[in-house]
């Protein structure tokens, strides 16, 4: 297998997406992403969003996410692993599929399960936003809605009743971060769909690492 570093510079070059040279000069870049990577564009909303590190070297944390204590439950730390079968990714490989799925690989979704009052603080660019109360039956979700995402956004099959997903695509969840249980949900809720654990990935630092990282973020809607 390829080392991540070299998996990006291919995707980000085969989908012809500019790391850091066509957006920033990559040595006029202090903070880098990685010692080769000084940013990624991605495609959000329609529009090119350039991805890199807050160049501010005294710049702090995002105040919505200092906070060190929450109550738990609801807010645990979440385990490594949360089912067998489901990747647990990083932000090196989250850029990875961010650029993929930005230069037209559309077998790949990066999904902000998050609620919609999150959302609006900030999210990952090239990220759509299904909440995790979209795919819970037990918080009012009806099967018609559930089949809508499965089948017009994930590209699952209806076949008398059972769900072809053969064609389906990867999906890359995240959420607050890693006491964060939105995004576990909607895994939680996929799996118990059937939906095939390697076609699902998790980036469990989510919303806390990417803010800690000083990773550019956009308004979500």
């Known amino acids: 297998m390829k080392p991540i570093k070299t998996l990006i510079a291919m995707s980000v070059v085969s989908a012809a997406l500019a790391v850091s040279a066509n957006a ?52 645990c730390i979440q385990p490594s692993t949360l089912a067998p079968g489901v990747e647990t990714i990083a932000e090196v490989e989250m850029l990875d599929y961010l650029a993929r799925m930005s230069g037209g ?22 990220a759509v936003n299904i909440p995790w109360t979209a795919l819970n039956p037990a918080k009012g979700a009806s099967p018609i809605d559930i089949a809508d995402i499965m089948s017009g956004q994930f590209g699952a099959k209806e076949q008398e009743g059972l769900w072809d997903y053969t064609n389906a695509k990867t999906l890359v969840l995240f959420c607050n971060g890693m006491w964060c249980g939105q995004s576990p949900n909607n895994i939680a809720n996929l799996l118990k769909f059937g939906y095939p654990a390697h076609k699902i990935k998790w980036y469990r630092g989510g919303m806390q690492n990417w803010e800690i990282l000083g990773l550019t973020t956009v308004p979500g809607k």
Do not use: Y
Not at 29 to 38: E, G, H, L, R, S
Not at 116 to 126: A, F, M
């Open 24 to 75: 920033i000069a990559g040595d006029k870049v202090a903070v880098k992403i990685t010692p080769d990577i000084a940013s990624v564009n991605v495609m959000h909303d329609g529009k090119k969003t350039t991805i890199m590190r807050n160049q501010d070297q005294k710049n702090t944390v995002n105040k919505s996410f200092a906070k060190t204590s929450r109550k738990c439950p609801p807010f």
């Open 105 to 126: 690989d559309d077998s790949i979704l990066v999904v902000d399960s998050r609620t919609p009052d999150w959302v609006k603080k900030g999210t990952i660019p090239g």
